[in-house]
């Protein structure tokens, strides 16, 4: 994608890590930089109410612009915004593992005499760990605007991510799991939980 374009929109086709098809047009405001908002050291789930206050937030203002533009050609403003915190030591257990595969109640124990917190989420994902030094973004954004799946947003997001490293001089790829890898054994970047 070419930043320097002067169209409003942008053809893409591209395809996810299982052979979905992504393509589309991708309108042009969703190619320009997100705004952010850096938040520093945040509780996991002081983020997630965070997180939720500005979904809602967002489809209240977008209806509420939806109202006053019915018939209007006016271009409609994004509230698209991503939130970069670090954690506290944190261990989040999706929705895939929750109750019978979560932890018992000694392991739980065990995690907060070592200064970790333990979350059952409903989120997907496997035990995920979360802690400080690593930057979690949370993008609170529409992607039904950009006509995106959830897997070709995905997509685009690693491809980003595979661009910065190598504006860093690092090599990184995708493999059959989601996230960015420096090679079979590094991560560098999970997505999702």
């Given at each position: 994608?070419?930043?320097?374009?002067?169209?409003?929109?942008?053809?893409?086709?591209?395809?996810?890590?299982?052979?979905?098809?992504?393509?589309?047009?991708l309108p042009r405001p969703h190619l320009?930089?997100?705004?952010?908002i850096y938040l520093r050291n945040l509780p996991y789930l002081r983020s997630l109410d965070l997180q939720q206050l500005l979904v809602d937030r967002q489809i209240r203002l977008r209806q509420q612009q939806e109202q006053r533009q019915e018939g209007s050609d006016a271009p409609k403003s994004s509230e698209d915004l991503l939130l970069l915190?670090?954690?506290?030591?944190t261990y989040t257990n999706g929705r895939r593992n929750r109750g019978?595969?979560?932890?018992?109640?000694?392991?739980?124990?065990?995690?907060q005499k070592l200064g970790a917190n333990y979350v059952e989420t409903l989120r997907g994902g496997e035990i995920t760990f979360h802690g400080p030094g690593q930057l979690v973004a949370y993008p609170i954004l529409d992607i039904k605007a950009s006509q995106l799946s959830v897997r070709c947003?995905?997509?685009?997001?690693?491809?980003?991510?595979?661009?910065?490293?190598?504006?860093?001089?690092?090599k990184a790829m995708t493999t059959e799991n989601t996230g960015v890898w420096i090679n079979d054994q590094q991560k560098i970047a999970a997505i999702g939980n």
């Open positions: 994608m070419n930043s320097t374009s002067t169209s409003t929109s942008t053809s893409v086709s591209e395809s996810t890590n299982s052979g979905e098809a992504c393509s589309g047009t320009a930089p997100l705004p952010f915190v670090e954690h506290p030591p019978v595969k979560g932890l018992g109640e000694e392991e739980v124990i065990r995690l947003y995905v997509s685009f997001l690693e491809k980003a991510i595979i661009a910065t490293c190598a504006e860093w001089g690092l």
